[in-house]
């Protein structure tokens, strides 16, 4: 076989020992079909000798039966093994190569062009450190070329090849090369991926492949393959946060229990505390334990055994972590989805979800929206098709230890799996949390206010507090209502925090869902004014059109609207849930006062100034402007 290293007469043991430490690099090749990816990968194996004799013979055989050269050797016979694929000229499924250099190991993988196959590329994509996208120098930039761009900029691969291939075909124009960059770059820039390496190249005849070619005297950039083994592949996972998702329980006998994982990022010692996610139980590391002996250190990358030095319950899917910066816990996210199944998404349809070791139930909700991937315009959607990419809001069965995709790859992507036939029908990229929680249930009674009213001794009112978070609505609220209450009045408080328990359990902060969010609240406090209550309200409802809509419609003098004023600042400084810190740390997006407006009333009935008045002051002067105000006679 053939890749001949001097080494390799000269000292064996040194050269395994040398083969043995070289870095790798996994990388992919995508784009539209005929671009000539397997082409490509069959000239880098051809031309790296990593090919048998033997081998080398049935290329030959096999390139005179059904390859498309006319004879000559047909590279791309040497990764297209399916017979399908011979016999269409076609990747169908993701082909993974090994092959190596003097200077670097690589694992390749040939990803699909058809567009029906772009769930596979996904899959080929998923473990990549880089990717080479090809382009036929005769189509230019494709429908598939831009979804492959986008599939690689939405995975996180920081390495890009640009490889602009036939170039012979068009007698290697440097205006057509130059024309394909520009219109590449003009779409690459929206997605983000700014920063990429364009090579010229010809994968049939070789050129710029694993040398400058002459064949294009006015480009300056490297050749494909030293491009791809001077690719620094910067190790970040182990400058991050530990974390390692528990595979198992290794209880060998009664005298040894311990937690055995792969480290998703970070690096772990004996002492170090740890905390285990979900349940949120801390302890100190005792031993980290390998087939090799016990370790003074283990970094991502590595699979050990952890032995704690408490008893505490840990299952296989739990996450064992830095206890000083673990992970957020939650069961509601927002999340990307490219499905991957024939049977379209259906919202709210049970799948189970795979993330980390973890394996639960969960529901999609309708997408927010799908992305045009030619024009990545955002479209309105009731469900996604196979290889369709969309933002979608997730509900699971449990709550879970996860970091957003962005910053762990482990824990922030999943898989979806249809429960029926086991199915992997979606993968995603989790973005952030939902705050959400347990179900509230509510249902109208068919009688008329009239009737109500008369059996509560007074009229139905809606007292709506708004301001920012921390301002003080939620006490005020329930001070209002104890003292409402010890009168003999018929009262009910609407906290938003509760609410989000149950009837707006699917809505997260964006502006879209938070005028959602005040439009169902509006609707329910209606109801309940309808059947006598005098309803507290206690809801930042940030937005004036929203809380105009909500006073709308009550009928008139039925809604009192009460502005708890209090300086972002102060608010901010009180932090009781550390909300704010959250928001100021790009933990917590789309937070009122930071990242999202508030619209402060206008011409509020109550105006409460927090900065002259304590809770129960203010509590007083509601009850008192009420009782004053309102008449409670029927």
């Known amino acids: 076989m053939a890749h001949q290293s001097a080494l390799i007469a000269e000292d064996i043991e040194a050269y395994l020992e040398a083969h043995q430490h070289k870095s790798l690099l996994r990388f992919l090749t995508c784009g539209s079909v005929d671009d000539g990816k397997s082409t490509l990968i069959g000239r880098l194996l051809y031309d790296s000798k990593m090919i048998f004799e033997d081998q080398l013979a049935a290329l030959e055989a096999d390139s005179k039966k059904v390859g498309t050269q006319g004879g000559d050797i047909d590279f791309a016979l040497l990764v297209d093994g399916l017979a399908a694929e011979r016999e269409q000229g076609i990747t169908i499924d993701v082909a993974y190569r090994f092959f190596s250099t003097d200077k670097r190991k690589f694992i390749v993988a040939d990803t699909p062009g058809h567009e029906q196959y772009t769930r596979n590329m996904v899959t080929g994509a998923s473990t990549a450190d880089a990717a080479v996208i090809l382009i036929d120098a005769r189509k230019g930039v494709l429908t598939q070329t831009r979804r492959h761009s986008y599939l690689v900029s939405l995975l996180g691969i920081r390495h890009v090849v640009l490889a602009i291939n036939k170039m012979d075909l068009v007698e290697w124009s440097k205006e057509v090369f130059d024309t394909i960059l520009q219109e590449y770059r003009d779409f690459a820039g929206q997605i983000g991926l700014t920063d990429f390496t364009a090579i010229p190249m010809s994968a049939l005849k070789g050129d710029n492949i694993t040398a400058r070619s002459d064949a294009a005297p006015w480009y300056e950039g490297p050749a494909l393959l030293p491009h791809l083994e001077d690719i620094e592949v910067e190790d970040l996972e182990r400058g991050k946060p530990f974390r390692m998702p528990v595979q198992w329980v290794n209880r060998p006998n009664l005298d040894f229990r311990g937690f055995s994982g792969l480290i998703a990022s970070g690096t772990v010692k004996p002492g170090d505390r740890i905390k285990a996610l979900p349940s949120g139980r801390e302890s100190t590391v005792a031993r980290i334990v390998t087939m090799g002996g016990d370790l003074a250190e283990a970094v991502a990358g590595q699979s050990v055994t952890i032995t704690l030095a408490d008893e505490i319950d840990i299952s296989r899917g739990d996450v064992v972590a830095a206890a000083a910066s673990p992970p957020e816990v939650a069961d509601q996210f927002e999340a990307t989805i490219v499905w991957m199944d024939e049977e379209a998404m259906l919202p709210g349809r049970p799948y189970l979800i795979k993330i980390g070791a973890r394996t639960t139930g969960a529901a999609v909700t309708e997408p927010k929206y799908k992305v045009n991937v030619n024009t990545l315009e955002h479209l309105a959607a009731?469900?996604?098709?196979?290889?369709?990419?969309?933002?979608?809001?997730?509900?699971?069965?449990?709550?879970?230890?996860?970091?957003?995709?962005?910053?762990?790859?482990?824990?922030?992507?999943?898989?979806?799996?249809?429960?029926?036939?086991?199915?992997?029908?979606?993968?995603?990229?989790?973005?952030?949390?939902?705050?959400?929680?347990?179900?509230?249930?509510?249902?109208?009674?068919?009688?008329?206010?009239?009737?109500?009213?008369?059996?509560?001794?007074?009229?139905?009112?809606?007292?709506?507090?708004?301001?920012?978070?921390?301002?003080?609505?939620?006490?005020?609220?329930?001070?209002?209502?104890?003292?409402?209450?010890?009168d003999g009045r018929h009262t009910y408080l609407l906290d938003g925090d509760n609410v989000r328990h149950g009837l707006n359990k699917d809505l997260g902060f964006t502006d879209e869902d938070r005028v959602e969010n005040i439009r169902r609240v509006a609707e329910v406090a209606k109801l309940m004014a309808d059947a006598g209550l005098i309803v507290l309200v206690s809801f930042i409802s940030p937005f004036r059109a929203e809380r105009r809509m909500a006073r709308e419609l009550m009928a008139e003098g039925d809604f009192v609207e009460v502005f708890v004023d209090t300086p972002l600042e102060v608010a901010e400084a009180r932090d009781v849930k550390g909300l704010y810190r959250k928001a100021r740390a790009g933990q917590l997006k789309n937070f009122t006062g930071i990242d999202s407006p508030y619209e402060a009333p206008e011409n509020p009935e109550i105006h409460v100034d927090t900065l002259k008045h304590s809770p129960t002051e203010a509590a007083e002067r509601i009850v008192e402007w009420l009782e004053g105000a309102i008449d409670y006679s029927i």
């Open 382 to 486: 009731k469900r996604l098709e196979l290889n369709e990419i969309g933002v979608c809001n997730l509900s699971l069965d449990a709550p879970i230890a996860f970091d957003p995709y962005a910053e762990n790859k482990d824990l922030g992507g999943f898989i979806l799996i249809d429960r029926m036939t086991n199915r992997t029908v979606g993968a995603g990229m989790l973005h952030f949390a939902l705050r959400r929680s347990q179900n509230i249930h509510w249902q109208a009674l068919d009688v008329d206010r009239a009737a109500r009213a008369a059996l509560k001794g007074h009229r139905g009112r809606v007292v709506w507090l708004t301001g920012l978070s921390g301002s003080g609505k939620s006490t005020i609220a329930n001070l209002v209502d104890k003292r409402l209450y010890a």
